[in-house]
């Protein structure tokens, strides 16, 4: 299982990006799939994520200002992420759940992180 994230770059401070996170490989159902973001000498920290039957989760400081979204078809999740913020600038690392048999607890994969910088 992979997950392939894009969409990241540079934004001014109120600016607007949106990111993309596809999963491929042997894949036989995804449960949550969410987006988390790291800053140099701070701990990942959640952003959002949705589970399988679109429920969600933001973290407070992104709430009103990012929407997550995926597409079960396209085994895909977006962040679009409006009214961007200097503090908003981080690596963003996207995240799934995966199950790639039958029967099999589900496995923790993460993206390869693509970095948000936002100038004021």
């Known amino acids: 299982v992979q997950l392939q994230a894009s969409g990241g770059g540079s934004a001014q401070a109120g600016g607007s990006l949106r990111l993309s996170c596809v999963a491929s490989g042997t894949i036989v159902s995804i449960n949550v799939m969410g987006w988390y973001r790291q800053t140099p000498g701070k701990e990942r920290e959640l952003v959002a994520d949705m589970s399988r039957d679109g429920n969600t989760n933001y973290a407070e400081v992104v709430k009103g200002r990012f929407t997550i979204s995926r597409d079960n078809g396209k085994k895909t999740v977006y962040l679009q992420m409006n009214n961007l913020k200097p503090e908003d600038t981080a690596v963003y690392f996207c995240?799934?759940?995966?199950?790639?048999?039958?029967?099999?607890?589900?496995?923790?994969?993460w993206g390869q992180g693509t970095l948000v910088t936002v100038s004021s």
């Open positions: 995240n799934g759940r995966v199950r790639s048999r039958l029967g099999q607890t589900p496995g923790t994969y």
